[in-house]
């Protein structure tokens, strides 16, 4: 089974609508991160949280909320969806950096969402 | 802040060509070095990465030598394979501040190979 689960794999939705894209992992990871990938534009974090009660705003939150329910759950939603949040999205996950070599943790990717706002 | 140039692709190779993807970077601290492949259809998985200045990482054929002096991770391979058509991705990772723990990411570079 797949250390990082994203669902649904793919969701055609009309503007206005309220949608919910879901991650799992069982990585036992503390980290997760939200990440939107769109054509010539890489990956631009939208949400990340280090842990159950540390919830922290990317570069690109505006539209977006996240919910983390548990360790291993976090979830982002979209309140009100509109055309330009048409992209690919993917959750990630990594575990704490150990000694002092801090940012050397890999972060595990999910198999991305592909959400399409009409 | 932050950023990470890739060079502009698509990339067209045929097997067995000798392959760059350049990658710049810009940083205010002494970041850690990433690149991630993405096939088609999957999620990204990390490729190699390096930590500090001259480190070398190397996976599957594919390496990059962290470049303090030039700010670069220029990713090389020297015999492609059909197998290596996918999207990649530089990144980098800041050790400290605020930023702490977070990837910024290139603008991918897709490679074709063809037979």
């Known amino acids: 089974d797949a250390d990082v689960t994203q669902t649904p794999r793919n969701r055609i939705t009309k503007t206005g609508k309220r949608i919910m894209l879901e991650c799992s992992q069982t990585k036992g990871h503390d980290r997760m991160y939200w990440y939107r990938q769109d054509p010539g534009l890489g990956l631009r974090l939208i949400y990340y949280s280090f842990d159950v009660k540390d919830i922290n705003k990317g570069e690109i939150s505006d539209g977006y909320s996240v919910s983390r329910q548990a360790q291993a759950k976090f979830s982002l939603s979209l309140e009100s969806a509109i055309p330009n949040q048409t992209a690919l999205y993917f959750c990630?996950?990594?575990?704490?950096?150990?000694?002092?070599?801090?940012?050397?943790?890999?972060?595990?990717f999910g198999p991305g969402t592909r959400l399409t706002v009409l | 802040g932050d950023s990470v140039t890739q060079m502009e692709g698509p990339v067209t190779l045929s097997e067995e060509a000798f392959l760059t993807i350049n990658c710049t970077y810009t940083?205010?601290?002494?970041?850690?070095l990433f690149w991630y492949v993405q096939y088609p259809g999957e999620g990204l998985q990390l490729l190699l990465k390096?930590?500090?200045?001259?480190d070398k990482g190397s996976n599957k054929g594919f390496e990059a030598t962290y470049r303090k002096e030039t700010t670069s991770f220029h990713l090389e391979k020297g015999s492609v394979q059909v197998s290596d058509s996918a999207v990649y991705f530089c990144a980098l990772s800041e050790t400290g501040g605020t930023s702490y723990g977070k990837l910024t990411f290139g603008q991918g570079t897709i490679l074709t190979v063809h037979p």
């Open positions: 390096a930590t500090k200045a001259d």
């Open positions: 940083a205010t601290g002494y970041p850690s």
């Open positions: 990630a996950t990594s575990d704490l950096p150990s000694g002092l070599a801090a940012s050397t943790d890999t972060q595990y």
